[in-house]
Structures are given as structure tokens and as C-alpha cells.
Nanobody, 117 residues
Framework: QVQLVESGGGLVQPGGSLRLSCAAS????????SRWYRQAPGKQRELVAS???????NYADSVQGRFTISRDNTKNTVYLQMNSLKSEDTAVYYC???????????WGQGTQVTVSS
């Protein structure tokens, strides 16, 4: 079992930055693929960024060049650095990890990001 605790959300002005963190406990973090999803009101949850156990990354077109996903296996933590934020980035952001061996998925509780002037 893996427990995920997200932090770093909040209110920011357009053009600003935030860094989300997702701390994992309960297992060997290095064997987990990690992802950030987001869900805006009235919309489906969408994949924002992912990082594999080898460190390869992928991004949604809407955040490419503005967001950076990274991981620190020594701290069991995955990060999402968000720059040049736009109002359309407003959503609840969820951390997700998947065990690369068992394929079991785990979710964080979500953290609100609001981009508004």
C-alpha cells in the first residue's frame, strides 16, 4: 500500500508559478511510474505530465514548455513545477503512482490550484 500526500497548491496570478509536491510512503518509490492529473469543474480528469521509473517524461500539449515534472527517489517525492500559469490551468491536481511490477495504481487526495487576478 502506498500513501500519497500532495502539497503546494494555492492561488496565484496569471503568469505566476507554483510547485506541487507529492510525497509517497509505504513502498519503494523508485519502482513507481509517477503522473500528475488535473480536473477542472465540469470537465474530465486529464493527464498533465508523467515520469517513468527511468526518468523519461511526457506532457500534455497544453502545458508543454511551461510545466516540468521531476522526481527525487531519495525523498520519495514527485514534483510538478508550473510556470507561466494561465487561468485555464485552474483545477484540482492529483498525484498518481503506478507500481511498475504489479501495475497497482494509487492516488493522492488532490490539491487545488487557482489562477486568477
Amino acid at each position: 500500500q502506498v500513501q500519497l500526500v500532495e502539497s503546494g497548491g494555492g492561488l496565484v496570478q496569471p503568469g505566476g508559478s507554483l510547485r506541487l509536491s507529492c510525497a509517497a510512503s509505504g513502498s519503494i518509490f523508485s519502482i513507481y511510474h509517477s503522473r500528475w492529473y488535473r480536473q477542472a469543474p465540469g470537465k474530465q480528469r486529464e493527464l498533465v505530465a508523467s515520469i517513468s521509473i527511468s526518468g523519461s517524461t511526457n506532457y500534455a500539449d497544453s502545458v508543454q514548455g511551461r510545466f516540468t515534472i521531476s522526481r527525487d527517489n531519495t525523498k520519495n517525492t514527485v514534483y510538478l513545477q508550473m510556470n507561466s500559469l494561465k487561468s485555464e490551468d485552474t483545477a484540482v491536481y492529483y498525484c498518481n503512482v503506478q507500481n511498475s511490477i504489479t501495475m497497482a495504481n494509487y492516488w493522492g487526495q488532490g490539491t487545488q490550484v487557482t489562477v486568477s487576478s
